[in-house]
T-cell receptor
Framework: EPEVTQTPSHQVTQMGQEVILRCVPI?????FYWYRQILGQKVEFLVS????????KSEIFDDQFSVERPDGSNFTLKIRSTKLEDSAMYFC????????????FGEGSRLTVL | GDSVTQMEGPVTLSEEAFLTINCTYT??????LFWYVQYPGEGLQLLLK?????DKGSNKGFEATYRKETTSFHLEKGSVQVSDSAVYFC?????????????FGSGTRLQVQP
């Protein structure tokens, strides 16, 4: 069964360092998403991506964040200068249509900023 | 803005017990409602959904009814199994606001004991 894969599963970094989280969405999906969950808190929407551009983003997704689809398979989230409060589980998701559709999530990448 | 509130966990039940996980929402438009489940070590998976008032979503013995009058979408199962142990997330998508991204609750951990 097709699945969304994420790497790394866990990354520890120093404050101020750049981090890139990688995702391989399901191959025939066209819509891509990043969510995050700070420990004990809600799963929060960060950004959605379609047709090689951001289609929607939340207030959390500020200038420190960027997304890219560098090739036909990968979808990346970059945090330019990590802060302690960026420590969270980051989930990638993809879907084959917008609106009321099913999102397929990866297992998540845990980011710990020291 | 839109929001989802779930009962806090963990919820601990014995096998074959009746399960209810409460979920209420606030939304500007006419949201679609979802329950996602996360089994240990896996990503979030869609469990069921309802797109309009009085709709009942069902899957794997779980049910939830979209109650507009009480702004609720409580998850129920008549007889839980150990294999149902997971974290359950209530979510909404409010196309009426032009925002298609899912808004999640904080999740409720269910532990089913043999």
């Amino acid at each position: 069964e097709p699945e969304v894969t994420q790497t790394p599963s866990h990354q520890v970094t120093q404050m101020g360092q750049e981090v890139i989280l990688r995702c391989v969405p399901i191959s025939n999906h066209l819509y891509f998403y990043w969510y995050r969950q700070i420990l004990g808190q809600k799963v929060e929407f960060l950004v959605s991506f379609y047709n090689n551009e951001i289609s929607e983003k939340s207030e959390i997704f500020d200038d420190q964040f960027s997304v890219e689809r560098p090739d036909g398979s990968n979808f990346t989230l970059k945090i330019r200068s990590t802060k302690l409060e960026d420590s969270a589980m980051y989930f990638c998701a993809s879907s084959n249509r917008q609106g009321v559709g099913e999102l397929f999530f990866g297992e998540g990448s845990r980011l710990t900023v020291l | 803005g839109d929001s989802v509130t779930q009962m806090e966990g963990p919820v601990t039940l014995s096998e074959e017990a009746f399960l209810t996980i409460n979920c209420t929402y606030t939304a500007t438009g006419y949201p679609s409602l979802f329950w996602y489940v996360q089994y240990p070590g896996e990503g979030l998976q869609l469990l069921l959904k309802a797109t309009k008032a009085d709709d009942k979503g069902s899957n794997k013995g779980f049910e939830a009814t979209y109650r507009k009058e009480t702004t609720s979408f409580h998850l129920e199962k008549g007889s839980v199994q150990v294999s149902d142990s997971a974290v359950y997330f209530c979510a909404l998508s409010d196309l009426g606001t032009g925002r298609r991204a899912l808004t999640f609750g904080s999740g409720t951990r269910l532990q089913v004991q043999p």
